[in-house]
C-alpha cells in the first residue's frame, strides 16, 4: 500500500492544501510519498512531518498547465502504482485529476471531506444536495482510488525533524495544448475586508440590487464594513473587492453578521476561522446555521431595520 | 460552427429530507429540478459566441431519464438550435461523462461547453472526463472566453482567492464555465411554450464499465454544536445581535 500526494503550488509559493493533504494521507496505509511538479521543485517546502519521499518531477513548465500535470502524474503511476492518490480540490486540480482517473480507470470522488479505512476498504465522505445530506462512497473493483480532498478540513502538517529522502525525476512532456500566459493580480480595491474587525456581509437573501443601499446604510451606522458572498459579485452588484469565500478573499474578522447567506461550501472556507459568526436567514435549514455560533431565522429585512434603529 | 453545450438538470432539496427505501438516496417526492446555474452560464456564453460570430449550431446535451429533458428545453427556450438526451441513469461524474461523449462525439464540435459543477453534487469533474473521453483539450473554471471562432481561445481561469490565470487554449476544447462570466438571459414565456413542441434526440447510453464510486448511505449531516439560536420577533433579535456584538468587539 502506498500514498501518493500531488503538491499544488502557485507563482513558486506551495499552497497549504498540500500540507492539508499530506495530514489527510495519515489515515491510509502505507508510505507517504509528495510528488512536486514543476521547472523548480527543489525550491518548494516540503520537509513535513509523515512524508515519507519526496518526488521532485522536473518539467519545462514554471507554472501549472493541465496537460503537463496529467503526463506527468500518469508517469508517476505507472512508476509507483500507488494504491491512494491524493489531490485538493482545487481550480488546478479540477484541470486534471478527472481526467487521470477517467483515462486510467481509477476509483474516483471529488469534495471529499473524510476519509478512512475499514476492514480493507477505502471509505470517503462527501456531500449532495447544497450540502443538506451526506454520504458515504466506497470504490469496488477499483485498483486505485484517486480522491480530491475539500481544503481547510485536515490541519496542515507540520515541519519534519528530518528531511525525506527526495527523487529526482525528469518527465518528457509530449505537448501542452492549454498554455499559461501570464497572471492578473486583482485590481486594488478600495476596502481591504480581511482587515476588518466587524464584517456585514450579505448574500442572495437581499433579493435585488436596489436593496445593497440599505445594507451600505446599515453597514456604515453599525460601523462595519459591508462583505458579500459570491452570488452578488456574479450579478455585478457588489464589486469583487468584497467577496468572501473559495475565490474571494478569506477573511477572521471579530465579528461576522451574514444577512441571507445560505452557507455554501465555498463560502465557508473563506470565514468559518471567523471569532463569532452571526446568521440571520429565512431557511431554518441554512448550511451556515451549522457553522455559525448564533443563528436566528427571521425576515433579514425586518431585522436589519430594527439593527438600524439601535445604532 | 458546432457548439455542444452539456448540461443538467440538478435536484434541489427542501426544508424536509427523506430517504429512499435502501437509504442510498434521497426521496424523490422531496426534491425540486432546475437548469444547473453553472450550465445556464455555459449556454449563454454558447448563444454569445453564435451572436458574435453571426453562425454557430448551439447543440444542447444532457444525460438522464425522461425528466431530465426539462433542462433540454430550458435550454432550446434560451435560444438552444437542438437538442439530445442520452438515456442513462445519472451517477458519478466519470460514467456521466461516458454517457455524454456517446452523444458529443458525433457532432464533432468546435468547442464544447460544460458547467464547472452541479449544484447538487458539485464534483467539478464532468468537463473535465468529458474532454479526456473526446481527446480534447480543456481549461476548467473559466471566468472569460475570448475566440474568433478558429484557432487558439484565450481564456481567464479563475484561481482561489481571484488570483486570474491566462490561457491560451487551442481547439476544439471543453471549457468549464464559472458563473459569473455573463448573466444567462431569460426565456420568454413564448420561448418556453415553443420550445415545449420542439424534438429531442434520444440516444442510447453506451455500456459501462465499473462506477468511479458506490454510494453506502446517505445520511442527514450531524448537527454538530450548530448555532445557538435567538428566539423572538425581529426588534428582539435585533437587539440580541447588537448586545452580541458590543460584547465581542470589546
Known amino acids: 500500500m502506498s500514498v501518493l500526494v500531488i503538491a499544488e503550488h502557485t507563482r513558486g509559493e506551495v499552497r497549504d492544501i498540500t500540507y492539508e493533504l499530506i495530514t489527510a494521507g495519515h489515515a491510509l496505509e502505507g508510505p507517504l510519498v509528495v510528488a512536486a511538479i514543476g521547472s523548480d521543485p527543489g525550491a518548494l517546502d516540503l520537509n513535513r512531518a509523515g512524508v515519507d519521499e519526496i518526488i521532485h518531477v522536473r518539467v519545462p513548465q514554471a507554472d501549472f498547465e493541465n496537460d503537463v500535470y496529467q503526463q506527468a502524474l500518469e508517469a508517476l503511476i505507472a512508476e509507483r502504482r500507488p494504491d491512494h492518490i491524493l489531490v485538493g480540490f482545487s481550480v488546478n486540480s479540477l484541470g486534471y485529476a478527472p481526467a487521470v482517473a477517467t483515462k486510467l480507470g481509477l476509483g474516483f470522488a471529488s469534495d471529499v471531506f473524510a476519509i478512512r479505512r475499514e476492514a480493507g476498504t477505502t471509505v470517503a465522505t462527501r456531500a449532495f444536495y447544497g450540502s443538506k445530506v451526506h454520504a458515504e462512497l466506497d470504490f469496488p473493483g477499483q485498483r486505485a482510488v484517486m480522491l480530491m480532498l475539500r481544503p481547510t478540513i485536515w490541519p496542515a502538517a507540520g515541519a519534519a525533524s528530518a528531511p525525506p529522502s527526495v527523487t529526482e525525476r525528469n518527465v518528457t512532456i509530449a505537448g501542452s495544448r492549454a498554455r499559461h500566459k501570464e497572471f492578473l493580480d486583482l485590481p486594488k480595491a478600495d476596502v481591504d475586508i480581511t482587515g476588518a474587525d466587524f464584517l456585514l456581509a450579505i448574500g442572495r437573501g437581499i433579493g435585488d440590487k436596489e436593496n445593497i443601499a440599505l445594507f451600505e446604510r446599515l453597514s456604515e451606522k453599525m460601523a462595519a464594513t459591508l462583505a458579500s458572498s459570491r452570488p452578488l459579485v456574479d450579478a455585478g452588484w457588489m464589486p469583487s473587492s468584497r467577496q468572501v469565500g473559495q475565490s474571494g478573499k478569506t477573511v477572521k474578522p471579530k465579528v461576522y453578521l451574514a444577512l441571507g447567506i445560505s452557507g455554501a461550501v465555498q463560502h465557508l472556507a473563506g470565514m468559518k476561522a471567523s471569532g463569532t459568526i452571526i446568521a440571520v436567514n429565512k431557511d431554518p435549514e441554512a448550511a451556515l446555521f451549522n457553522a455559525a455560533h448564533y443563528g436566528a431565522v427571521a425576515d433579514l429585512f425586518e431585522v436589519a431595520r430594527e439593527l438600524e434603529k439601535l445604532y | ?250
Not at chain 2, 453571426?54 to 435560444?79: F, N, P, Y
Not at chain 2, 442513462?88 to 461547453?113: G, K, Q, W, Y
Not at chain 2, 434526440?201 to 450531524?222: C, E, I, K, Q, S
Open chain 2, 1 to 250: 460552427m458546432k457548439i455542444v453545450v452539456c448540461v443538467k438538470l440538478v435536484k434541489v432539496v427542501g426544508d424536509e429530507v427523506e430517504f429512499t427505501a435502501d437509504g442510498l438516496d434521497v426521496d424523490s417526492d422531496y426534491l425540486e429540478h432546475a437548469l444547473n446555474e453553472w450550465d445556464a452560464c455555459a449556454v449563454e456564453e454558447a448563444l454569445r459566441i453564435r451572436e458574435r460570430l453571426g453562425q454557430a449550431e448551439v447543440i444542447a446535451v444532457t444525460a438522464g431519464d425522461k425528466k431530465s429533458e426539462e433542462a433540454l428545453r430550458r435550454c432550446l427556450a434560451m435560444g438552444a438550435d437542438r437538442a439530445v438526451r442520452v438515456d442513462s441513469a445519472v451517477t458519478d461524474p466519470i460514467s456521466t461523462a461516458n454517457a455524454l461523449a456517446s452523444a458529443v462525439a458525433p457532432e464533432s464540435p468546435d468547442l464544447v461547453l460544460c458547467g464547472v459543477q452541479s449544484s447538487d453534487s458539485v464534483q467539478g469533474s464532468t468537463g473535465t472526463a468529458l474532454s479526456e473521453l473526446l481527446g480534447l483539450p480543456r481549461v476548467a473554471v473559466v471566468k472569460k472566453l475570448e475566440w474568433s471562432g478558429a484557432g487558439p481561445a484565450t481564456v481567464h481561469r479563475e484561481l482561489e482567492g481571484g488570483l486570474v490565470d491566462v490561457v491560451e487554449v487551442d481547439t476544439p476544447a471543453v471549457l468549464t464555465i464559472q458563473t459569473g462570466i455573463n448573466q444567462p438571459r431569460y426565456a420568454t414565456l413564448r420561448a418556453i411554450k415553443l420550445a415545449e413542441q420542439q424534438e429531442i434526440t434520444l440516444v442510447t447510453a453506451p455500456a459501462g464499465g465499473d462506477p468511479a464510486y458506490r454510494v453506502r448511505r446517505m445520511f442527514t449531516p450531524p448537527k454538530g454544536e450548530g448555532a445557538q439560536m435567538l428566539k423572538g420577533n425581529p426588534s428582539e433579535i435585533a437587539s440580541q445581535i447588537a448586545v452580541i456584538i458590543k460584547e465581542r468587539l470589546k
